[in-house]
């Protein structure tokens, strides 16, 4: 198969969506087939040799990692003779916004099959847009007309995880497919641990390590405030906050604000080659995140062999199930997360039970589902 993705999230920005489209399109060519992105850049520009095409792009202001694709991009041929010269058998888009809207364009004038992959709950984001609650009120609602529109034009509609499903159902005419991201097993298996504490400058300390974007909507005050709590019971703890994003700067300045300076380390962006190594490093994974429509790094956690302690929400309970692979808190509760990291600190057995539930989520299984997905619609 030629395989056509559109996404408006692209290297070097690396986040959830990337992250999926990553680990499938790696497998997926491994098979055999073609896979050609149609991502945001600097500058328009063909990159047959990598099968990559960029739209000219400019920096999001409130996230200037996200680059917005210009609207006039829609109106010229350029997505269409692409599309017809390489003779594409299935269009994905990953994103709802212009990427995706080329995608549908695309699929209109050819008769192509439209796959639509929903990665992110993006009414939780509509804050962006601007501080005032009765413009994200309004903005909330128009994305969901929007988001029925752009549903209506695909053939085919996926999400990550039941809940993500079950929220979604409602803006969809068509019955919505769950087919998770996948992960390397055998990647995450494996890390060197003592090098990793060795650069943060730790040793016998108990880590509580959390990976990802540094944004409002991941709830990562909400480990601040627990913090106090858990140092109560363990006064060794220390938690390491690894990734960037727009909330990075105020994060810092609440961990200062209630003096837990020593307890907190934010690494900033680590390497892909390096962050297994970070996984061994830690005792437990704490997830507080409200925002997840899967949760793939909860899953490298458990490869790695760590107990999870997460958020009871969306689709955060679907991965960790309670008292095996981990432990599950009321996500606006600090104490209770506090006494659920102690818990995991103290476990001490789940690190096989963590690893057999990461099996269930290998990107040769992942792949398998979505390669038979697309040939439902050949």
Known sequence: MKIA?????????KDGVVTSILSF??????????????????????????????????PFKKYPDYRIAKI??????????????????????????????????????????????????????????????????????????????????????????????????????????????????????????????????????KIILHVGRVVKEKNLDLMVDAAPLLLEKVPDAVFVIVGNGPYKDALKQKVRQANLENSFIFTGFVEDEKLPDYYHAADIFAFPSKYETQGIVAIE??????????????????????????????ADDARDFAEKMAMALQSGEMAEEAKKTAATYSI???????????????
């Open 364 to 378: 040769k299984k992942c792949t398998d589902t979505l390669i038979s997905f697309y040939e439902g619609f050949l």
């Open 25 to 58: 399109k790696g497998e997926i060519e491994r098979r055999g087939h073609e896979i050609y992105l149609f991502v945001p850049g600097k500058r328009d520009e063909d990159d047959f040799e990598n099968r990559i095409f960029y739209y000219k792009s400019k």
């Open 301 to 330: 956690a458990m490869a790695a062999g760590l107990p999870v302690v997460a958020a009871r929400v969306r689709s955060l309970p679907e991965i960790v199930e309670d008292g095996r692979c981990g432990f599950l808190f009321d």
């Open 5 to 13: 993705w559109f996404t408006d999230t692209w290297l070097p920005t």
């Open 72 to 205: 006039c991009s829609l109106f010229g041929r350029r997505t269409k003779k692409i599309i017809e010269e390489l003779k594409i058998d299935i269009i994905h888009s990953h994103s709802p916004a212009f990427m995706g809207v080329h995608g549908v364009i695309a699929s209109h004038h050819y008769s192509i099959p439209l796959i639509f992959t929903y990665h992110t709950f993006l009414g939780d984001s509509v804050y962006f847009i601007s501080s005032s609650p009765l413009i994200q009120k309004v903005a909330g609602k128009l994305l969901r007309v929007w988001l029925k529109w752009y549903f209506r034009r695909c053939d085919g509609i996926i999400a990550p995880s039941k809940a993500a499903r079950d929220e979604l159902q409602e803006l969809a005419d068509k019955e919505i497919e769950v087919i998770p991201t996948g992960i390397d097993i055998d990647r995450f298996a494996r890390g060197d641990g003592k090098k990793a504490r060795d650069e943060m400058g730790l040793e016998n300390e």
